[in-house]
T-cell receptor, first 113, second 112 residues
Framework: SAVISQKPSRDICQRGTSLTIQCQVD?????MFWYRQQPGQSLTLIAT?????????ESGFVIDKFPISRPNLTFSTLTVSNMSPEDSSIYLC??????????FGQGTRLTVV | GENVEQHPSTLSVQEGDSAVIKCTYS??????FPWYKQELGKGPQLIID?????GEKKDQRIAVTLNKTAKHFSLHITETQPEDSAVYFC???????????FGDGTTLTVKP
């Protein structure tokens, strides 16, 4: 298994600013993922972050808006840039063990005002 | 790409009864099917998973069944308890392709 620490757990931000979310895993993992989850809804994949390569973004998400870093096998960050109220959501990171079992962070509840 | 449908969207049972949640998938290349439990304010937690070479797996009160031919899999919770109340998500993944596709979730309420 893996334990994932995600921070901040919540934040209220002004529109036009940026927020960086951090995700720390207690073991080395190859693949990490970033999701967005609207309250009461399912998980939408933003991007896949592999160490040593550029993140792979899903349709509808772009690097300029959601830059991702993956400096090593235990850490990743997601930045939500130039925020607007539409970016208010829960953001989750996850890490996969042996390409199957996924473990999630606690989530970051973002409110943009 | 993969499409996962999950039913029902809400489920209410009496404590001690069984609960069943069903999912169908579209991509025959999917070979890994996890189930997650998400409690309010927390991230999803893996509770059980099944691989395509297995038809059924059980862990105490929780079991998952897989029908590869029909492309559907189900979560079974027996002897439900109030602490089982949560949102449950199924997912399907082709382990060679790298990403999971999630169902829309089922809100399970267990009434004491």
């Amino acid at each position: 298994s893996a334990v994932i620490s995600q921070k901040p757990s919540r934040d209220i931000c002004q529109r036009g600013t940026s927020l960086t979310i951090q995700c720390q895993v207690d073991s080395q993992v190859t693949m990490m993922f970033w999701y967005r989850q609207q309250p009461g809804q399912s998980l939408t994949l933003i991007a896949t972050a592999n160490q040593g390569s550029e993140a792979t973004y899903e349709s509808g998400f772009v690097i300029d808006k959601f830059p991702i870093s993956r400096p090593n096998l235990t850490f990743s960050t997601l930045t939500v840039s130039n925020m607007s109220p539409e970016d208010s959501s829960i953001y989750l990171c996850s890490a996969e063990i042996q390409n199957t079992e996924a473990f999630f962070g606690q989530g970051t509840r973002l409110t943009v005002v | 790409g993969e499409n996962v449908e999950q039913h029902p969207s809400t489920l209410s049972v009496q404590e001690g009864d069984s609960a069943v949640i069903k999912c169908t998938y579209s991509d025959s290349a999917s070979n890994y099917f996890p189930w997650y439990k998400q409690e309010l304010g927390k991230g999803p937690q893996l509770i059980i998973d099944i691989r395509s070479n297995v038809g059924e797996k059980k862990d105490q009160r929780i079991a998952v069944t897989l029908n590869k031919t029909a492309k559907h899999f189900s979560l079974h919770i027996t002897e439900t308890q109030p602490e089982d109340s949560a949102v449950y998500f199924c997912a399907a993944k082709n382990t060679n392709a790298g990403k999971s596709t999630f169902g829309d979730g089922t809100t399970l309420t267990v009434k004491p």
